[in-house]
């Protein structure tokens, strides 16, 4: 399925080496800006964000130390990890999720990110159950102040996250959101700071533990912001792989 949507995707010894110097580069300016907010270097990781990249540059990424890669539709991501089935790593579903890709995407994906309406968790746990499987998520947050169709608004997300402790094969780890890309630093920061105080509300009601924390934001153009407000993963595409073929 990957050769098909890629079918001259081979890349030369210059490009791989161009992106593993890029992948240094994020690595090293992710850790200093976890440093500049106070927190260990090691404390924040790094998802690629892969969509629409040829799997040879994914698997330079993943031969270079990476482990956590993120796709954005459910078919891509299963066709890309046949391809790279030899290579140790993990795969997230950072896009939204159809009720009828679930099961597709719970072959692959360890992680989904973008859980923001109960019907699907409804069906997510019911193949889980059948499988007698886990999934680990992330509660994807509208924080955008903009009417987009994804994410749970953050003054709704505290009796969301509440009603998600009914399925019991699902462990959430945190909060995911998009925020407001191509922005300036000042439009931007406060998509993250909502996140941040929604992840801080649920906390102090009991709804989530310490161990359900993470916050999923940020992304080429602003992880190290992103970072500095508090992010635990940022999401990285074109600034590692370059320009996604098809833009
Ligand atoms: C594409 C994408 C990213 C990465 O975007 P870049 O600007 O290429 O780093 C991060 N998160 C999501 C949900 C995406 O779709």
């Given at each position: 399925m990957s050769e098909s949507l890629h079918p001259e995707?081979?890349?030369?010894?210059e490009d791989a080496q161009a992106i593993r110097d890029r992948l240094d580069e994020v690595a090293s300016r992710a850790a200093a800006a976890a440093e500049k907010s106070g927190r260990p270097a090691d404390s924040v990781s790094i998802l690629l964000a892969t969509k629409m990249q040829p799997v040879e540059k994914i698997r330079v990424a993943l031969e270079h130390g990476f482990t956590l890669v993120g796709e954005n539709r459910v078919q891509e991501l299963t066709g890309k990890a046949e391809a790279l089935a030899d290579i140790p790593h993990e795969t997230h579903l950072i896009g939204p999720l159809q009720k009828n890709k679930v099961n597709h995407a719970l072959r692959v994906a360890s992680c989904i990110q973008s859980i923001d309406n109960i019907p699907l968790a409804?069906?997510?746990?019911?193949?889980?159950?059948?499988?007698?499987?886990?999934?680990?998520?992330?509660?994807?947050?509208?924080?955008?102040?903009?009417?987009?169709?994804?994410?749970?608004?953050?003054?709704e997300v505290w009796e969301f996250v509440g009603a998600m402790r009914e399925f019991d094969r699902m462990k959430m780890r945190g909060f995911m959101t998009i925020g407001l890309p191509g922005k300036s630093d000042e439009e931007i920061r406060p998509s993250y700071q909502d996140l941040v105080a929604v992840k801080d509300r649920c906390l102090e009601q009991g709804l989530i533990d310490e161990s359900m924390c993470e916050l999923s934001m940020g992304m080429s153009s602003d992880y190290e912001l992103a970072i500095e407000e508090g992010a635990t993963m940022v999401r990285i595409g074109s600034s590692v792989f370059g320009a996604r073929p098809t833009e």
């Open positions: 995707s081979t890349i030369t010894p409804e069906k997510i746990q019911r193949r889980l159950e059948a499988e007698d499987q886990t999934v680990e998520y992330f509660v994807q947050v509208n924080t955008s102040r903009e009417d987009t169709k994804f994410g749970i608004a953050p003054e």
